[in-house]
């Protein structure tokens, strides 16, 4: 997870990483595991279909910040 704290071009939350992974622009996605199941589901498969590694967090509040935010983050996206 180093390299998330470390990168300044990434996105945090749900539509961004979402969008990012859409558009072609995500290289790497974490995931928090205490995150919705749906949300994680809806992650997991776009990341299949884009072939993209997914990095699993056990936490959203951990997630939330290695990206610096005050509060959890369900998904975050490094571009």
Not at 16 to 21: D, P, S
Not at 27 to 44: E, G, H, P, Q, T
Request: neutral net charge.
């Amino acid at each position: 997870m180093q390299d998330l704290i470390a990168n300044d071009d990434k996105v945090v939350g749900i539509k961004q990483t979402k969008k990012a992974i859409k558009e072609g622009r995500a290289r790497k996605v974490y995931l928090a595991l205490n995150s919705d199941i749906i949300i994680r589901d809806v992650i997991n498969n776009l990341c299949k279909q884009a072939n993209l590694p997914v990095v699993e967090v056990e936490t959203m509040q951990e997630l939330g910040s290695a990206c610096d935010i005050q509060v959890g983050a369900a998904c975050a996206a490094i571009l």
